[in-house]
């Protein structure tokens, strides 16, 4: 009895070209989410609790909006990835694709935070609130979303931009306007929290450079001698 062999093909994955427009969603709803939020919460933390009827509205729709802005920045990450080509470097990469994770988990885990205070405001009347849970709660989301998480986002940027530099990827300009965000997100983030509309607001410039110049890295060949 013959056996027969059955020869399967292969094809590389390729990028779908719809990920081009992820770091465009991100931005947009990612700054969305950020602006609904600074409107309906206090800059400063207190044991405040009226923010919590006023803003339910907007705060319901930053956290419906948040979890599709994440996802599309996991599609701009991979954009990112794809445009490196061979010239990824893995130090780089590591701590490029590891400071993205980290800012992404930050990020919802603070919206969680201000999800899980409108819950209770929702079970319990306004004035049964614990201020001191309000307060810790909001003190929560602060140290995570504008501590640690944008100094995650900085530190992306500067992998980014290192990486970058080293490959010549992306022209100069590009680089030193990332590099000096990710500069201000690093030091200059604490005396404004509207500073940290700067990051999807970079993220933006990438993605439009990237849908108008259509480029990837391309392995240089080097010239022989005869």
Do not use: C
Request: net charge positive; charged share 15%.
């Amino acid at each position: 009895m013959d056996i027969e062999i059955i020869q399967r093909e292969y094809r590389k994955l390729n990028t779908p070209k719809a990920a081009s427009i992820a770091g465009i969603l991100f931005a947009l709803l990612f700054a969305l989410s950020l602006i609904l939020l600074r409107l309906a919460i206090p800059e400063a933390i207190s044991t405040e609790t009226n923010w919590i009827e006023s803003g339910k509205t907007k705060i319901l729709l930053a956290l419906r909006l948040m979890p599709f802005a994440g996802v599309s920045f996991l599609w701009f990450v991979g954009v990112v990835r794809d445009h490196f080509g061979e010239f990824e470097d893995k130090f780089f990469s590591t701590v490029f694709f590891g400071s993205s994770i980290l800012f992404l988990a930050m990020v919802f885990t603070s919206m969680a935070v201000i999800g899980s205070i409108l819950f209770v405001a929702e079970n319990f009347t306004v004035n049964a609130i614990d201020e001191g849970m309000v307060y810790f709660g909001r003190s929560i989301v602060y140290q995570l979303s504008n501590i640690f998480g944008l100094r995650m986002a900085s530190v992306f940027m500067l992998s980014l931009g290192s990486s970058w530099l080293g490959t010549g990827i992306y022209p100069r300009w590009l680089v030193i306007i990332t590099f000096l965000i990710a500069v201000v997100l690093l030091f200059v983030v604490n005396f404004s929290l509207w500073m940290t509309l700067l990051f999807p607001a970079w993220v933006l410039l990438i993605s439009v450079y990237n849908l108008l110049s259509k480029r990837k890295a391309k392995p240089k060949v080097a010239a022989t001698r005869e």
